[in-house]
């Protein structure tokens, strides 16, 4: 029986008495190993992580002209998304923590988001552009996003939302 044997629930090689029968002890295989109560919650989703690199047509972001309704149309879930991008040192979304600077989208729905770090040495330099990227390009209606890394105006920690603040305790 495993360390996470709880998580099968009770099995019908089980007596009446709770006792389970040898065969029941031996490590599930088969249908009835992957039969398991527990269900993640949406918050462990790590599909944008482990998802193939998307295609690329090239490094520079090609995008057309903004167009203002299809910006104003996926911005909120964009934003949406963005919220369960967080900084792995700070226990903050990137986008409360103000490190998205613009998110634009053109006609055909290819969609730049303008983001800084909060140092030029940060950590994550690699990972949350990625990450913003694939999360971004899943959003419904997006055709291709890209991520451009700017560093004016330089982050300060004015730039964090109150409730950021809130919960680093700035106040």
């Known amino acids: ?59 520079a972001p090609e995008i057309g002209p903004i167009d203002r309704a299809v910006t104003a149309e996926l911005q909120p879930k964009i934003v949406d998304v963005l919220k369960t991008v967080f900084d792995p040192e700070i226990p903050v979304d990137i986008y409360e923590l103000g490190l998205i600077y613009e998110i634009i989208a053109d006609a055909a729905r290819r969609v ?27 959003v419904p209606g997006v055709a291709d996003a890209w991520v451009e890394i700017v560093w004016e105006p330089m982050w300060t920690k004015d730039r964090m939302s109150e409730t950021a603040k809130l919960s680093l305790g700035f106040f």
């Not at 730049?112 to 899943?138: D, F, G, I, N, W």
Request: hydrophobic share 35%; glycine share 6%.
């Open 1 to 59: 029986m495993g360390i996470f044997s709880f998580l099968g629930g009770k099995h019908d090689d089980d007596d009446a008495n709770g006792a389970t029968t040898p065969e029941a002890s031996a490590p599930n295989t088969g249908a009835a190993a992957s039969a398991t109560p527990f269900t993640p919650p949406d918050a462990w989703n790590v599909d944008a992580l482990t998802a193939p690199l998307p295609e690329t047509t090239g490094e």
């Open 112 to 138: 730049l988001v303008r983001m800084t770090l909060t140092s030029p040495a940060c950590p994550s330099a690699q990972q949350l552009p990625s990450e913003v990227r694939y999360k971004v390009k899943a």
